[in-house]
Structures are given as C-alpha cells and as structure tokens.
T-cell receptor
Framework: GEDVEQSLFLSVREGDSSVINCTYTDSSSTYLYWYKQEPGAGLQLLTYIFSNMDMKQDQRLTVLLNKKDKHLSLRIADTQTGDSAIYFC????????????FGGGTRLMVKP | GAGVSQSPRYKVTKRGQDVALRCDPISGHVSLYWYRQALGQGPEFLTYFNYEAQQDKSGLPNDRFSAERPEGSISTLTIQRTEQRDSAMYRCASIGGANTGELFFGEGSRLTVL
C-alpha cells in the first residue's frame, strides 16, 4: 500500500526558516497536502499542491514537490512560536475517493 | 453547522463495553470520513461515506468496528466489545467539493479503554 514518511522532530529558532520534509511511494498521487495539528485541536489544512505542479507559495509557506523523487517539502519563512505544532504530510489519489494517507507527523518546536 | 462536530470529546470505558462515537459534518457536505489516530502517529483511514452509502470500509480493523450514516448527514462509529488496543483519537472529517480533497476535520473523540 501507500507509504508516507516524515522525520519525527525539528527544532528552529524564532525568525529562522523551517523546512519539513516528506517522502511518499504512490506514484499515482493526485494531491499532496500539509496539515497542522495543535494540541487539543483538529487537523487544519495549511496548503496543498496538485501533482503536476512543482512549487506553490502562500504567504510564509512554500511547498516544493519533486515528483521524480516523490519528495515533498514545506518551508515556513520567519518561523514564529505560534508555528509550534505537529505537521502532517498527506497524499490522495483522485480515483480513490479522496481518501488521504498521512505520514506520522513532524513535531516542530520553535525556540524564542 | 459551522464546523465538523464530534461527541463525546472524551470517552473512558471498560474493556468489553460497546461505544458509539458521533460525527456531525459541515452542513451540505456530501462525503464523510472516519480516521483513527494512535498517540504519536498520523491518522489512519477507517471508512468513508458519500451521502448515506458506505463507499469504502477497508480500513476498519475488524468486525467489531462498524459505521453508519443513515440519512446522509450525522454518522456514528460503533466499536463493540472494546479492547485496550482500541484506545486512540477517532477523527471525523467531511468534504464539500470533490476535486481538491480538502478535508475539514473535527476535534476528535479520544477513546480510552481500561
């Protein structure tokens, strides 16, 4: 089946950039997503990218997709303490009912 | 409603009891998904519905787990004869448009089986 892998932990200083990486195995993935999970809250969609794109920018967030290597990254510019959370990478295939397969999550800690 | 609502938020039960978890999706959303998230892991797909029809239940771990959405809106996930390994956060999500796969998640129901 599909597999989505992420590193477990990332620590950065406030104001620095954060880069969270993800690899996936399903070559038929249609969309790739980044979700944010804060303590006691639901999963919040941050951004997504269609598989025929290689980059998407949305304010402080930049998503890069290397489809050949099946590698996705999320860059957060000027990281703030409020960005501390768990970030999940996910993929879906259009003909699979938009069912998402999630990675295990990367815990981002932002130090003041 | 304004968002996906799940109840109860927390449920503690004894092994062997049945539990029912409820999800009220965003009004008008056609598709509804159930996920399970163990501590320290990402959500894992359980099942999903389009309207009242269960489209895929391949993620349900065994026959103690069932779900229904009889009127195409509120859904109930039922776990019979609970076991300690069923302890997890159960998350519900709904989707309006079919193309982007943007799921809107509820805050989840945390189940603890003693």
């Amino acid at each position: 089946g599909e597999d989505v892998e992420q590193s477990l932990f990332l620590s950065v200083r406030e104001g620095d950039s954060s880069v969270i990486n993800c690899t996936y195995t399903d070559s038929s993935s249609t969309y790739l997503y980044w979700y944010k999970q804060e303590p006691g809250a639901g999963l919040q969609l941050l951004t997504y990218i269609f598989s025929n794109m290689d980059m998407k920018q949305d304010q402080r967030l930049t998503v890069l997709l290397n489809k050949k290597d099946k590698h996705l990254s999320l860059r957060i510019a000027d990281t703030q303490t409020g960005d501390s959370a768990i970030y999940f990478c996910a993929e879906s295939t259009h003909n699979a009912g938009n069912m998402l397969t999630f990675g295990g999550g990367t815990r981002l800690m932002v130090k003041p | 409603g304004a968002g996906v609502s799940q109840s109860p938020r927390y449920k503690v039960t004894k092994r062997g009891q049945d539990v029912a978890l409820r999800c009220d999706p965003i009004s008008g959303h056609v598709s509804l998904y159930w996920y399970r998230q163990a501590l320290g892991q990402g959500p894992e797909f359980l099942t999903y519905f389009n309207y009242e029809a269960q489209q895929d239940k391949s993620g349900l771990p065994n026959d103690r787990f069932s779900a229904e959405r009889p009127e195409g809106s509120i859904s109930t996930l039922t776990i019979q004869r609970t076991e300690q390994r069923d302890s997890a956060m159960y998350r519900c999500a709904s989707i309006g448009g079919a193309n982007t796969g943007e799921l809107f998640f509820g805050e989840g129901s945390r189940l603890t089986v003693l």
